[in-house]
C-alpha cells in the first residue's frame, strides 16, 4: 500500500504542515490546536500554515483528505477478485492492518467520531460517501448483494471496520479492571453483521 503519508524527507512544506495539524489534532483534538502549534510542530511560519491552508478549517479538511486517502488505499490494495466473503474480509483486514501501522490515523478517528464537533461531520460524510462508493462498485460487480439495501451495507461495513477501532479503550480499560495473574491474554474483539 502507497503510503498517503510519506515521510518528512520527501514532503513539500504543505504536507509537513498537514501531516504535524493530523497528529496534533489526533493528540489533543481540533479545537485545542492553534495554527502556531502547527507552525512550530512543523518547523514552519504561521503565515506559511495560513498561506497553504488559510484557516484552521482549511487545514482541518486537508486533514480529513488525508485520512481519508488511507481508507482508500487500503481499500483498493485488495482487488475486487475472489467471492463477496472473500473480498469484504480481506478488505477489512487490509484497512485493520493501516490502522495498526498508523497510530494517529487511530487517534484522530476516535476524536473526529466519538468526539464530534459540528465542523467535523464533513469528514463523517466524506466516510459514508467513501463507503458508498464501495458498495455501489461491489453491487456493479456482482461481489455485493443487491437485495439488500445499500444504507444497511454501508452501515454494516462501518460498523465491521470501525467497531473495534473506537470499543478498543473501553475494552482495555475493563481488562484491567478484571483480569488476574492466570489470565494470559486479553480477548480479541470481532465485530461481525449479517450482509
Known amino acids: 500500500m502507497l503510503n498517503p503519508r510519506a515521510t518528512n524527507e520527501d514532503l513539500t512544506a ?3 504542515i498537514r501531516n504535524a495539524a493530523m497528529d496534533l489534532f489526533a493528540q489533543y483534538g481540533e479545537s485545542r490546536v492553534s495554527l502556531r502549534a502547527v507552525a512550530a510542530e512543523a518547523s514552519v511560519t504561521l503565515g506559511l500554515v495560513q ?3 488559510k484557516t484552521k478549517a482549511g487545514l482541518r479538511d486537508a486533514v480529513d483528505q488525508l485520512v481519508s486517502e488511507y481508507f482508500y488505499q487500503a481499500v483498493h490494495s485488495i482487488p475486487p477478485t475472489g467471492t463477496a466473503t472473500e473480498v469484504a474480509s480481506a478488505r477489512d483486514d487490509a484497512v485493520r492492518r493501516m490502522l ?5 490515523v487511530v487517534n484522530y478517528l476516535r476524536r473526529t467520531i466519538l468526539e464530534p464537533e459540528p465542523t467535523q461531520q464533513k469528514f463523517l460524510e466524506r466516510l459514508v460517501e467513501l463507503t458508498r462508493n464501495e458498495v ?5 460487480s456482482g461481489l455485493a448483494s443487491t437485495t439488500r439495501r445499500e444504507s444497511t451495507q454501508i452501515v454494516a461495513i462501518l460498523v465491521r471496520q ?3 477501532l473506537l470499543l478498543a479503550p473501553m475494552i482495555d480499560a475493563v481488562w484491567q ?8 491474554d486479553k480477548p480479541h474483539l470481532t465485530i461481525t453483521v449479517d450482509e
Open 14 to 16: 504543505k504536507a509537513r
Open 51 to 53: 498561506h497553504h491552508f
Open 100 to 104: 495498526r501501522d498508523n497510530p494517529a
Open 136 to 140: 455501489v462498485s461491489l453491487r456493479e
Open 162 to 164: 470501525f467497531g473495534e
Open 177 to 184: 479492571m478484571v483480569s488476574g495473574p492466570d489470565d494470559a
